[in-house]
Structures are given as C-alpha cells and as structure tokens.
C-alpha cells in the first residue's frame, strides 16, 4: 500500500530502518519464549525515540504528540509491539506536568538517558475494576513516610521498570466532597519496594504482555515520592492520560495497516479456482472497508495531536480515536486473518500474534463502554449513569 509521504517522514524513515534489524521472526521468537523485547527497547532507548516527549530543558528531544505518535505507530506497523515499552514514553508525563522541580531534575534527565525505567502505572484494582474512585489501596502519613497497604491487578511492566507511579487513596472516600478527591500519585523505587512491602505475582495472559497483581504489606516510602499535590492524584493521573491514548491510538492505527498490507499481498498472490483470490469481490470488499474506517480512524487520531500539541482540552478526542482506532485495527485484524485462511492461524505468518495483541486495545487501557460513558456525559451532556 502506497502512502502519500507526510510532514513526518524523517522520523517514519528513522524508526523503520531501527525497527527492519527486529524483523517477525524476532518478535515471533519473543512471543513464544513470552519473552521481553530487550534488545529492540534497548535500541529505541540509545534512538532516543522513547524519550520523545520529555522537554528538551530535562536531556529529551521535546516533539510534539503527533511525532512521537508516528514513532509508535510505525513501530506496530513494522511487526512490532509497543505494549512493550510504550509506558516509558507516557507514564513520565505525570512527572513533567505535575513533579516538583526536583523530581524533575531527579528524574526525568535519567529516562532521557535511558538510565531509569518508569514504564509502570499501578490504577487498576481487582474488587474495584474501571470504579478507579473506589479503589481500595491507602497510603497513610507515618513518621515523615508513607506507608502503603492494599493490592492491585494487571499492572504491566513491573519487572522491566525501575520506578512505578501508583495511584492510592490518603483520604478515606467518605471524608471527600467529590470521589475523585482524596486520591494521590505516588513514584514507587521498585528495586526498593519489592521484597520489602511490595510482592509482584505476574499474570499469564492472552498476550505476551508482561503484567502482575501487586501486594502492598506496609510498603514504606519517603514522604519526598508524592507526586502532585496530596488529594489531587486523580487529575495528576488524568492529565497523562489523553498521551496515553493518543498514543495507543497511533499504535492501533499502525497494525491496521500491517494488517491490511498482509491482506491485500496475499489476496494478490493466492490462487484458487484458477483466479487470485483477490478478484472475488467477497475478498476485496471487506479489505477495502477495514481500510476505509482504518483511514477515518486515523483523521481522529490526528485531531487528537492537533489538540493536545496546541494545549487544549483533547479529553473527547484521545478518547474517540483510541475507540475508532482499536475497532479498526480489530477489524482489519479479523479481515486479514479471514483473507489468509487456515494460513492465517500458523503462527510463521505472524497474524495470529497480532490479532492477540491488537485485540487487547479495547480493554485496556480502557475499555469500550467507558468510553461511550465519557462521550454521552461529558460531550453529550447525557445522565451520568454511574
Ligand atoms: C494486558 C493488560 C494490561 C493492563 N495494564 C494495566 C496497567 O499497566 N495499569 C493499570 O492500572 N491497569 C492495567 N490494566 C487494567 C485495565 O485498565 C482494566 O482491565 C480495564 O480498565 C477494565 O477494568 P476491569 O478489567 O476491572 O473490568 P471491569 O471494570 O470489571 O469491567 C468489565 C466489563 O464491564 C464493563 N462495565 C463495567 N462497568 C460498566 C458500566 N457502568 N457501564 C457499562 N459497562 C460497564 C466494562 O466496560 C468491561 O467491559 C491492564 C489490563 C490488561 C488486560
């Protein structure tokens, strides 16, 4: 498929040419082993690519969303994963809109350098779900420390990261005007915590997709890890969010088009009944309307950059192109998988692999009706219904 070079096609050529050195067989052979890409996030890290977002003033290269969107699009477009390594370009965001200045002269000159790895992000609990207000984990004021108790689930990359911001209530709900104060942001040393108050258990999943339950048993930390202002973790964590999604939008869009450049060269090459398959319209149709919603989704995604570069409120848009972008790549994962056949289930062709893992994006971060939920309350001014 033929693309029309856009204003950002330095940086597409840059991460192609680092991303054809880990070709599908490598990724194949880290699905199987459900291993960890080390050696690609390591190349992307010395790239600089993952410390796109991290302003110049603190050692990162300071480009805007809709570049560092393209980064991890073009990453999933090559074959690749970011669900990897992706956290390590967003969860810092919380650091560079709501650290302290020390904590951004501590931290981020480090990631930048590829020294700390901050790619882990603990909301998510297991009797509380997508109901983060309720969540039960507290952190309490003990003798110029925190001290943690309580247990989260599905928590990614914790065994690849050196630090965790981790999202816990310092106020009981009950003594709060609006549930989603009372909430604070924590930064978490993992080398620290774990084995002294913290136990990781990970969690077998669907995806080669490294993610843990968490136990916090009286888990100290210095009073010094809050990050944000006490009670007002909630909108620290919201304010990285809209990245967040952005960015696994673009990730989204680029396994669409992996997708649909597998279908439409085997839907060239593969003959039965005497003709390429890819002359019966029941084929062609289908590849060309996952396309064609893959390419609508693409214009939201793009919106969303536009409106998070210009520092404005993105929250309806990084939602509705995350939404658009992973029923797409859905679609087009399904697409290419009917076009291929039995192919398409071995593993040597790599769809199988990407079809588990783009299927994840309507889960996580966020799933679905959350999103129709933010859309009908906060855009169409719809009841709250929960
Ligand atoms: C591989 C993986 C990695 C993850 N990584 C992280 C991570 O790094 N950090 C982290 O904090 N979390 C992480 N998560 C958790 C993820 O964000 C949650 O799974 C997701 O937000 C949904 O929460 P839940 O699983 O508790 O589902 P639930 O909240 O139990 O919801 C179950 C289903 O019911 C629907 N539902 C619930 N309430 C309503 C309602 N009121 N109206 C309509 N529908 C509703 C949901 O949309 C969903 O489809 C990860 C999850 C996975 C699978």
Redesign the pocket.
């Known amino acids: 498929m033929q693309h029309e070079p856009d204003a950002y096609q330095e940086i597409r050529d840059a991460v192609r040419d680092l991303c054809a050195q880990y070709p599908d067989e490598y990724f194949r052979r880290i699905d199987e082993q459900r291993g960890y890409p080390e050696e690609f996030v390591d190349a992307l890290t010395k790239a600089g690519w993952m410390a796109a977002l991290i302003p110049q003033d603190y050692g990162g290269s300071g480009l805007s969303m809709a570049e560092a969107s393209v980064i991890m699009e073009e990453i999933n477009r090559s074959g690749g994963n970011s669900g990897a390594c992706h ?1 390590q370009m967003y969860v810092m965001n919380a650091i560079v809109r709501s650290g302290s200045e020390a904590q951004k002269r501590q931290y981020l000159p480090k990631i930048a350098a590829g020294e700390l790895r901050i790619q ?5 609990e297991p009797t509380t ?3 983060t207000t309720k969540l039960k984990t507290q952190a309490v004021r003990k003798d110029g420390r925190w001290v943690i108790n309580g247990q ?1 689930v ?4 914790v065994q690849h990261s050196d630090m965790m911001i981790l999202l816990a209530r310092t106020t009981p709900l009950a003594d709060v005007q609006k549930k989603s104060e009372g909430l604070s942001c924590f930064l978490i040393d993992l080398k620290q915590a774990v084995g002294h108050g913290l136990t990781v258990r990970p969690i077998l ?1 669907m ?1 080669n ?1 490294e ?1 843990n339950e968490l136990f916090f048993d009286h888990l100290e930390i210095p009073e010094e890890n809050l990050l944000g202002p006490e009670g007002k973790g909630f909108k620290t964590l919201l304010d990285g969010l809209n990245a967040e999604r952005t960015l696994i939008a673009a990730e989204c869009i680029g396994d669409g088009y992996w997708f649909i450049d597998r279908a439409v060269k085997y839907a060239n090459e593969r003959v039965v009944f005497s003709r390429k398959i890819g002359q019966n319209q029941g084929v062609q149709f289908p590849i060309a309307e996952a396309y064609i919603e893959l390419e609508a989704a693409n214009l939201m995604r793009w919106e969303a950059c536009r409106k998070i570069d210009a520092h404005q409120n993105a929250g309806a848009q990084a939602n509705m192109a995350k939404h658009l972008a992973a029923k797409a790549s859905w679609e087009a994962a399904n697409v290419c998988l009917q076009t291929h056949g039995g192919f398409g289930f071995a593993c040597e062709y790599d769809i199988e692999r990407k079809f588990r893992e783009t299927r ?1 994006y309507q ?8 999103i129709f ?1 933010y859309v009908a309350e906060h855009v169409l001014g719809l009841p709250r ?2």
């Open positions: 956290g882990a992000m603990g909301v998510t779900g997508s109901d989260k599905w928590i990614s990359r999943n995806v997709h993610t994840l889960v996580a971060p966020i799933s679905t009706n959350m939920s219904s929960y």
